[in-house]
Nanobody, 115 residues
Framework: QVQLVESGGGLVQPGGSLRLSCAASGSIFSLYLMGWYRQAPGKQRELVATITSGGATNYANSVKGRFTISRDNAKNTVYLQMSSLKPEDTAVYYC?????????WGQGTQVTVSS
């Protein structure tokens, strides 16, 4: 069982920045495919960004050039640096870990972009 704990959400003004963190349990974190997803009220959960064990990244078109996903395997942590935030980025952000046939989700952290 892998436990994921997100942190770093909050209220930010449009154009501002936030960094989300997701700390994972387990001794094979470096092998996990890690991802950030988000779910806005009344909408389906959607992919934001992923990072492979080798460091290859993938982004949703809506966040390309504004968000950066990274990982620190020594700390068992994945990050999402969010810049130039827009009101439409408001959502609960979830961390996800994939390994073999298993997948695990964190509890989510709220990000609200509003003036």
């Amino acid at each position: 069982q892998v436990q994921l704990v997100e942190s770093g959400g909050g209220l930010v003004q449009p154009g501002g920045s936030l960094r989300l963190s997701c700390a994972a349990s387990g001794s094979i974190f470096s092998l996990y495919l890690m991802g950030w997803y988000r779910q806005a009220p009344g909408k389906q959960r959607e992919l934001v960004a992923t990072i492979t064990s080798g460091g290859a990244t993938n982004y949703a078109n809506s966040v390309k050039g504004r968000f950066t996903i990274s990982r620190d395997n020594a700390k068992n942590t994945v990050y999402l640096q969010m810049s130039s935030l827009k009101p439409e980025d408001t959502a609960v952000y979830y961390c996800k870990a994939n390994w073999a046939q298993y997948s695990y989700w964190g509890q989510g952290t709220q990000v609200t972009v509003s003036s």
